[in-house]
């Protein structure tokens, strides 16, 4: 659906509610009257509560009409996020119980009724909506990574896995690291919001993201930034997560709102392969970048449970490398990708972790794998960090992507890539090929990446609004906040944003 469909629907909408608002309810108990657009919000959110998220949807338009029509701008604003915040949560899950069974059938030729029940009822990801499930988007493909016989039926002649490969299988590989084989990059970074998608007033805040120095992308430069006069805070290149922000006035904007910006930087590849076991130092518990990776966060969540589980994969072991290690093979053997709802998963309440999320279903992507890896590393003390960006290995345009590091004393920031190690899986190939390239990820990084930051969730200045309907996990696209658009701006502007890469000398 177009903006202005979008925007004709809601407009109407608000018309039709705006001219009942003359009435007052009142409450049973206190006779005390309570406002139509309040009653509405309230209706919303137990309609949420009890996991009604369509229905939900419906009292918070209704409420925000109200508001809107009544002139309080504030509430008017809590319960238009509401409503963004309800259709995130339920739009990953478009497909019913017929639907879901007819795009399995359409994807995997041949595919029995009892193989798609068996999928539909045990292990296919679902949310409950006015008590019927509703089935996730990828139903179907989610179905062949779980299946790699099928998967590897239909990439047998699509997938250039000597490309994927060229660095893990390359003859002169280096045996010694860690940081070799730079390769330079120069681009463009581009978000281009249509004139007509912009809200006509109020001030529009944008985390434009950037590359950001590490261990292993170095000089990095960022030049001809566009509309400086709006930009309010950066460019941030070094620290946690690469930005800029801007704010940019509605009326200031005459045509489609463009920001670009010129990047440079130099990616290594990493070889970490020669690691001796008995020469990782101890760690220093008081330092404070031990205590920030060990922790807790919003979506790598440490909980009695993944303890448990950790300290069973490595049983007697207590040298963090070859933990670490033995981490790393446990979830490439154990959880076969799959696509996840991150849109639900980050607007969701009450909020579950993303490494929650996989450790319950066994579904998890490249963000819910690493997100995991990173949480049973910490459970056992082992600093751990779940990098967010783009890669570069799959093929020459960037593809968002996360992936894992873990720090050990005297070596620093080991990487692995568990979902690029697990693609092996996708093509039929010799086995000796597919171990050498997962044993290539397990400890070693290509240097086809551009990173954004160096842990998820990580921190900005100016911070996201806490009531911002804003997907906070990861900053591959702009995050971009405005209190005066009637539709859920940044969802429909992460179309509108792409980056642009190539090699040079």
């Given at each position: 659906m177009t903006h202005r469909a979008i925007t004709a629907i809601l407009v109407a909408s608000v018309l039709l509610l705006i001219a009942a608002a003359g009435c007052?309810?009142?409450?049973?108990?206190?006779?005390?009257?309570?406002?139509?657009?309040?009653?509405?919000?309230?209706?919303?959110?137990?309609?949420?509560?009890?996991?009604?998220?369509?229905?939900?949807e419906e009292r918070f338009a209704e409420a925000y009409a109200l508001y809107t029509g009544a002139g309080d701008a504030d509430k008017a604003l809590t319960a238009r996020n509401a409503i963004f915040r309800t259709n995130r949560t339920v739009m990953e899950y478009p497909l019913d119980r017929s639907a879901a069974e007819a795009?399995?059938?359409?994807?995997?030729?041949?595919?029995?009724?009892?193989?798609?029940?068996?999928?539909?009822?045990?292990?296919?990801q679902t949310i409950v909506s006015e008590n019927e499930t509703l089935y996730y988007l990828d139903v179907a493909g989610n179905y062949l990574y779980a299946h790699p016989d099928e998967m590897q039926k239909q990439t047998a002649s699509g997938v250039d896995f000597d490309y994927i490969g060229r660095y893990a299988w390359a003859e002169n590989r280096p045996e010694h690291g860690p940081y070799v084989n730079p390769v330079r990059y120069a681009g463009v970074e581009r978000l281009e919001i249509p004139h007509e998608a912009l809200p006509s007033t109020g001030i529009l805040k944008i985390?434009?993201?950037?590359?950001v120095e590490t261990e292993s992308q170095r000089n990095v430069t960022?030049?001809?930034?566009?509309?400086?006069d709006f930009i309010v805070a950066g460019p941030f290149t070094t620290g946690a997560i690469g930005y800029v922000y801007y704010e940019v006035p509605a009326d200031a904007v005459n045509g489609d709102l463009v920001i670009t910006a010129d990047i440079a930087f130099t990616s290594y590849e990493q070889i970490f392969e020669d690691i001796d076991p008995a020469l990782v130092g101890e760690y220093n518990t008081s330092d404070p970048e031990y205590l920030l990776y060990t922790k807790s966060e919003r979506n790598i969540e440490l909980t009695d449970a993944v303890r448990e589980k950790a300290r069973e994969i490595v049983g007697s072991e207590t040298n963090p490398h070859l933990q670490a290690q033995m981490i790393?093979?446990?979830?490439?053997?154990?959880?076969?990708?799959?696509h996840v709802p991150h849109g639900s998963l980050d607007a969701r309440e009450p909020k579950v972790a993303e490494s929650t999320y996989m450790f319950e279903t066994d579904h998890g992507d490249c963000g819910t794998q690493s997100l995991l890896f990173s949480a049973?590393?910490?459970?056992?003390?082992?600093?751990?960090?779940?990098?967010?960006?783009?890669?570069?290995?799959?093929?020459?345009?960037?593809g968002g992507h996360f992936w894992s590091?873990?720090?050990?004393p005297g070596y620093g920031w080991v990487p692995n890539d568990l979902t690029v190690a697990e693609a092996a899986d996708w093509v039929a190939m010799p086995d000796e090929k597919r171990t050498a390239f997962k044993d290539y990820y397990a400890a070693n990084l290509d240097p086809a990446r551009l990173v954004i930051q160096k842990n998820v969730d990580a921190p900005m200045d100016p911070a996201l609004p806490d009531d911002a309907v804003s997907f906070r996990v990861v900053r591959q696209s702009p995050a971009i906040v405005s209190d005066t658009a009637d539709y859920d701006i940044e969802l429909f502007c992460m179309g509108c944003f792409g980056i642009s890469l190539e090699t040079v000398d």
């Open positions: 007052i309810a009142t409450t049973d108990e206190k006779n005390e009257p309570v406002a139509p657009a309040d009653e509405a919000y309230a209706r919303g959110l137990a309609e949420y509560g009890a996991g009604n998220y369509r229905v939900a795009a399995l059938r359409e994807r995997v030729p041949g595919i029995t009724d009892a193989a798609i029940a068996e999928w539909l009822d045990t292990r296919a985390w434009f993201p950037l590359p960022v030049t001809n930034l566009s509309a400086p790393y093979y446990h979830i490439i053997e154990t959880y076969p990708y799959s049973f590393c910490r459970s056992l003390g082992i600093p751990a960090r779940t990098l967010g960006g783009y890669q570069m290995i799959m093929a020459e345009t960037p590091e873990y720090y050990l």
